[in-house]
């Protein structure tokens, strides 16, 4: 038992538990359950919140959360996104994260606290690392069951620990290239006037356009915006004749944590390739059925990833995949360096929200 968990055995409020279909992950439990205790409840969320705070200053979620990538927290007094925002508070990390290049549809609901994503359910999101297609990404995401639906909408998490071990083992030439190359990915952003940015849902203005003014000149927006991308992202800008910006990442595809000197992957390879290949966009010019461009990542030499290896990539993620059995109230607590997360479909209504934060950890190269 990890050394971190002795804190817990004597806590008055909390235990662990098993966590029915959990992974082991060399000899740890992934994910790790943490719930109330039957009969011990929290008089109320300050309660709760003073607790994590206690447990917070001893580092005992740091520690965990190394050992285990992912944490479920059960039987909290947690209603509200105001209570998420108190709890997430309680952790103490750094800062919450500032999102820089939205390219989905978030509401925020709370203090750091937004909505999942709002597209339509029947929508699956294949896995990935919480912007990892970006330079600029969040060390520690939570994640808020507020409604489980009637059926479907567990959150697939996936350890990319054992992701790099299963690659490694299948297909070490892929992982080999892809840590020699790099990647370099491309996403796009209509302007804001044009109507596709209705369908698709976002636009170069509103994702990157923080310091524009009304009067700024056309000229004036677009250097903006390249600096912005420039940075806080480490990317360019291509603009294109249709007034639309192509963003153009490159970067490495694997990293190594600084703090346990693990390898893992670290990028969204699984997640731009899945939702192309669901909307038809696999040849050029990208176009899917959404209306949206799903430009390919290539290599980073700009040769293509051959889609053999992309295949089994998703295979093998949903073989080590686990789907969170949400009970309504849950909170999970996810270390972006080392998991990735993904969305089954669902039937019903479903409320699921996030929180991103700035967490302790780090990356250095491979
Ligand atoms: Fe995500």
């Known amino acids: 038992m990890a050394i971190a968990t002795t804190d817990l055995v004597s806590d008055p409020y909390i235990e662990l ?139 697939p998490l996936l350890s990319t620990i054992e992701l790099y071990d299963k690659l490694l083992e299948e297909t070490p030439e892929f992982v080999a290239d892809l840590i020699e190359k790099g990647i370099t990915g491309r996403q796009y952003y209509p302007s804001k006037e044009d109507l596709e940015s209705k369908t698709i849902g976002w636009n170069w203005q509103d994702s990157y356009g923080f310091d524009i003014l009304p009067k700024d000149s056309f000229e004036t927006k677009r250097s903006k915006v390249e600096h912005v991308l420039k940075t806080r992202l480490q990317a360019d800008a291509e603009w294109q004749e249709n007034g639309a910006l192509h963003v153009v990442q490159r970067l490495p595809a694997f990293r190594r944590v600084a703090s346990t000197n693990q390898v893992v992957p670290f990028n969204g390879l699984g997640g731009v390739y899945g939702r192309q290949r669901d909307k038809g966009a696999l040849d050029p010019p990208y176009k899917g059925t959404d209306g949206n461009y799903h430009f390919p990542t290539t290599y980073g030499d700009g040769s293509s990833i051959p ?20 009970v309504e109230g849950d909170v999970a607590l996810v270390d972006n360096y080392t998991v990735q997360h993904a969305r089954s479909p669902w039937v019903g209504n479903r409320s699921l929200l996030v929180s991103l934060w700035e967490g302790n950890e780090e990356f250095v190269p491979v």
């Open 17 to 155: 538990f098993e966590i029915p279909e959990a992974r082991k992950i060399r000899g740890e439990s992934f994910p790790l359950g943490i719930k109330v205790k039957d009969g011990a409840p929290f008089k109320g969320l300050t309660d709760a919140v003073a607790h994590r705070e206690a447990l917070a200053d001893k580092g005992t979620f740091n520690t965990l959360l190394r050992l285990h990538g992912a944490i479920l927290f059960r039987g909290l007094p947690i209603k509200t996104a105001e209570d998420l925002s108190s709890f997430t508070k309680a952790f103490k990390y750094p800062q919450p994260h500032q999102e820089v290049g939205l390219s989905g549809k978030r509401t925020t609901v709370g203090d750091n606290v937004k909505t999942a994503n709002e597209e339509p359910p029947n929508i699956k999101f294949y896995y990935h690392n919480e912007y990892g297609r970006s330079a600029h990404f969040p060390g520690i995401l939570f994640f808020y069951s507020q409604q489980v639906p009637e059926q479907g909408g567990q959150t």
């Open 307 to 326: 889609r053999k290896y992309l295949e089994r990539l998703l295979e093998i993620s949903d073989e080590i995949g686990f789907l969170v059995p949400w």
